[in-house]
């Protein structure tokens, strides 16, 4: 079969070159750079029907060798990353253009637009690391003092042998996911009450360095199941702990292209809505409840509200996770990145995305696992209390 060329449309940044490949359904995609030429081969529908393409543009100034693709119903996507930051003024090293070769209008923007828009990213950059330093740092720092003295007195009452050393360490673990938690939503509010839409993009920013801190302490809590210190199942807890994880580390954490999204924000006031308030907006004592636990104390409201609210919340906060997961889908596929390479003959790697597609199978059935084992808790607490009466 011989192979024909396609249209290939382009587009610059001062980082980055962009390629829109004319291809319906493209299969065996093969894109690589060697020797500063780009190769493309396909087999996919163009404007001579059905049919192998190919072609290869050699660059004016040198580039990176990682290639970047994602292919779709109508066409194929590439992305090439400049070897040093700057403006081409234009693709190819041969001065004439390829007959083949056209401008992307659809992303085409002059050099001053360009750095316009570099410039906007900048200041959006520029507000967050202010907003944060100015308004979150002294808070950061309040929490971390309050943190301090709070652990410090429960360690004296412990050592003071009023309680037990494992009552202490529950009664510290807890305080501190609880004051953790309470510092992000109370931030978050007070955030979106003064700067309103601008700090649902500025979550991650903003946030993060205090979720990642309760997230990686959240481990506690499995190890906690799994040595008999608090009776709870294991697989239920480790469900909980990992799916967050997951989109907090790998979703948020690793793509710069999340973290500017609202489902950040969702997520994030979900999280600690789940671990402290009632009803999203009201405060809900979940960890004051295993405090007084701790010390065979109860208040019939705390209870109530420990074995009722996450009927509301729990289903709202996988739903956030969801919906990370499902958004970044089109960002792993565009970046290649956890990609597994493969040989040549079964195709060029195999996306991450299709780990998460199954993730989201995995994650609902594990939503179910917890929704029922949550309902199994509450069947149990009140039907004992109902026999107490």
Known sequence: MMALTPLV????????IYLRVELT?????????HENILHFQ??????KGQNLYEFSIEFLLPVKSQVAFKSTQRQVNITVRKNQRGWWERLTKQERKPLFLAPDFDRWLDESDAEMEIREKEERRNKWKASWHNENGKCGEKFLHLLVAEVSASAAVCVSGYISLKTGFLY??????????????VNMTIRLLKFGEDSVYDTFHTISGVMFFCQILAAVEVLNAAFGLVRTG?????IQVLGRNFVLFIIFGCLEEMQNKPVVFFAFYLWSAIEIFRNVMRLCFRYPFYMLGCFNSEWKILTWLRYSLWMPLYPLG???EAVAVVQSIPIFDKSNLFS?????????????????RAYLVVMFLGIFINLRHLYKQRQKRFRTKKKAH
């Open 234 to 238: 294991v697989i239920p807890t480790l």
């Open 172 to 185: 510290t673990y807890n305080l501190v996911q609880y004051l953790g938690f309470s510092w992000i939503f």
């Open 318 to 320: 996988a739903l956030a």
């Open 42 to 47: 396909a087999l996919g529908h163009g404007v």
């Open 9 to 16: 449309y382009w587009a610059q940044r001062h980082e980055k």
């Open 25 to 33: 359904d493209a299969q065996n995609i093969d894109a690589h750079v």
């Open 340 to 356: 597994i390479p493969l040989p040549k003959a079964m195709g060029t790697s195999l996306s991450f995305s299709y780990f998460l």
